[in-house]
């Protein structure tokens, strides 16, 4: 079919393609502006900048805001405090929203349709919605020895579970869906054939399942590494905050060094560049799955 | 809390549905029959144990947003919570000088998104749907900014708008004490300086919803369009666009959805102070800022919340009727 409409049109339109691409050179480099405007200042010593201004010609080009960043800030802490806060939360949302997916796509209880809208409602709701009572709940719940805030407040815990319950309304939606379009034959055999509930799911369906989940895990592991909201609220100890949160102390800090705070900017958002430009295909086709997603 | 969804763990695992197995039933049914005592206790903890955290942080904390909002709470010890019927609205409507104008902002949050970075990221996505070459290297471009934490994004615009180092008033020479235009402290320009960033990301959603969008049309339609002898415009305007109802709803979702959650860029940009008020950033200062009014907060909450019941709500029955159908 392309054939025919390319055939058609190629010979009259080849000045239009050179423009479209023209256009469209352009327009990606001035959509990539900022970013490389943040990448410039961040590669300039600030007396350099301080004496001629952001706007000037370098007469020296340094990595070294991206070591001061680092070091000075203690970065790679706040990295570690972001991992230990979104593996697990990524990890059992897909595990949660997986079994209640199975649920509601798999049998056909009465109140499936009721569990998946509690769900898929729950993840539209604006999070200060429900931010004021949780933030009084996660005071009122004493972990002594769990956490080392000894409450569910100020704890990575409090925030994975967070995550976990917010992000499952999503994961769950989109599962369901996925898990609806396989065959009923597959577990309908095993089921005949005397196979547990359970080794329907984890042997059956969770591993055909396999690209959903791949899809959502590495949207997911975004979105959780990018959370700003959450972690502002419901963290009070610089120590205890992830790398997004950490970063809004560090321009606090050092808010007159600009070339300072763009390259700890920059650092901030490389992990997520990286899981990205690996892993394009899926965290695409996951936006797309759940385009229902707000 | 737990009532709730100890209701829900016996249900969960019922008799099939008596009676009225019409031949499509009956397969399930069936297929329910063979469960063993201990299937229906799995499956309850399946989707029992979720939902238990789900409501518990999700849907109780939002019901109690409600109730306190009728109250007024200093949020120390329960005697101090006081039932005041509608008195926090009345003060909210009435006597809160950030209430009105957070609303308004919120408004044209919306507004100013589906009016230019909508259109704009469709407009992207039809150019990259022509088969063109570098096509990823452009997408790339484009939806970056998506990629990113709307709390570094914030950082990367400060860089731009700051009033004496800022990318723009060097450039245009008004970094002098004196010539300043001062795009972040600025009551009549900082909303619209945010709404810049937040296009900016924006834009790259659309353009990729539009454009899994557009791979759904039917080709066979562009072809038959061709040889009608439509020109471009035509083809899009009266063949494509309507095929994309679909997306276009999720995209009015997304983005009412977007203009309702807006925080973060905010937030970093200057914490909401005059001129960029939020609904949002009014709940957050009434548990982060000193004064601990939770009653306030909350009625500052249901609000927010009574807006987005009138989108989720119809989007949901049109979602799931559909999944009934299905």
């Not at chain 2, 909401?272 to 950033?281: D, P, R, W």
């Amino acid at each position: 079919m392309s054939t025919t409409v390319t055939a058609k049109v190629r010979t009259p339109v080849r000045p239009a393609r050179i423009l479209l691409h023209l256009f469209l050179a352009g327009t990606s480099l001035a959509w990539l502006a900022p970013l490389l405007w943040a990448l410039y200042s961040a590669m300039r010593p600030y007396a350099e900048t301080s004496e001629k201004g952001y706007v000037s010609w370098p007469d020296k080009l340094t990595l070294d805001n991206f070591t001061n960043a680092f070091t000075q800030s203690d970065m790679g802490h706040y990295f570690v405090n972001t991992m230990l806060i979104a593996v697990p939360a990524v990890l059992v949302t897909l595990f949660l929203s997986s079994m209640v997916a199975f649920y509601v796509s798999r049998f056909d209880f009465r109140i499936n349709l009721a569990l998946l809208l509690v769900f898929t409602a729950g993840n539209l709701l604006p999070q200060q919605v429900i931010i004021t009572p949780l933030y009084r709940l996660y005071l009122l719940i004493d972990l002594p020895g769990i956490t080392m805030s000894g409450k569910l407040y100020d704890s990575a815990l409090g925030l994975v579970l967070i995550h976990i319950a917010f992000q499952s309304g999503f994961c769950a939606f989109v599962l369901a869906n996925y898990m609806r379009s396989l065959p009923h034959e597959l577990t309908e055999a095993a089921l005949v054939d005397g196979a547990s509930v359970w080794r329907m799911y984890w042997q059956i369906v969770l591993p055909l399942c396999r690209p959903a989940m791949a899809a959502l895990g590495t949207l997911l592991s975004i979105w959780i590494y990018n959370d700003f909201f959450w972690a502002l609220v419901l963290i009070s100890t610089g120590e205890n905050m992830p790398i997004t949160s950490a970063l809004n102390n560090l321009s606090g800090q050092y808010f007159t060094d600009n070339n300072l705070v763009a390259a700890g900017a920059l650092l901030t958002a490389i992990p997520t560049l990286i899981v990205y430009f690996l892993l394009q295909r899926q965290f695409v086709s996951g936006l797309t799955l759940g385009a229902n997603k707000g | 809390m737990s009532s709730e969804t100890t209701t829900k763990i016996p249900e969960a695992a019922p008799a099939p549905p008596p009676g009225a197995a019409t031949p499509k039933r009956r397969v399930p049914q069936g297929h329910q029959r063979l469960l063993t005592r201990r299937d229906r206790l799995t499956l309850g903890l399946m989707a029992g144990l979720p939902t238990i955290l789900h409501v518990a942080l999700v849907w109780v904390t939002a019901f109690a947003s409600i109730a306190l909002a009728f109250t007024t709470w200093d949020g120390i010890g329960f005697d101090s919570i006081k039932w005041v019927g509608f008195d926090n609205f009345k003060e909210l409507f009435t006597n809160n000088p950030q209430f009105w104008p957070a609303v308004e902002h919120n408004i044209i949050w919306f507004v100013a998104l589906i009016l230019i970075p909508t259109p704009l990221g469709l407009f992207l996505a039809v150019q990259l749907d022509k088969q063109i070459r570098f096509s990823r290297v452009y997408q790339t471009a484009f939806f970056l900014p998506v990629v990113m934490s709307l709390a570094v994004i914030g950082f990367v615009w400060q860089l731009i708008y700051n009033p004496d180092t800022g990318l723009i008033n060097s450039l245009i020479g008004a970094n002098e004490p004196g010539h300043y235009i001062d795009w972040i402290g600025d009551p009549d320009l900082n909303l619209w300086a945010i709404l810049i960033a937040a296009s900016w990301r924006h834009t790259g959603y659309m353009m990729i919803l539009y454009l899994a969008g557009l791979k759904g049309v039917d080709p066979s339609l562009r072809e038959a369009s061709a040889l009608d002898g439509a020109n471009e415009w035509q083809t899009f305007k009266n063949v494509i666009f309507p095929t994309l109802r679909p997306t276009n709803t999720v995209v009015l979702v997304v983005t009412i959805i977007e203009a309702l959650r807006a925080f973060d860029l905010v937030f970093v940009f200057n914490k909401g102070a005059e001129g960029t008020e939020l609904l949002s950033i009014l709940v957050t200062n009434n548990i982060i800022g000193e004064s601990s009014r939770i009653g306030y907060g909350s009625a500052i909450a249901v609000v927010l919340l009574l807006i987005s019941l009138v989108v989720i709500i119809p989007y949901l029955v049109s979602t799931f009727r559909k999944e009934r159908r299905a």
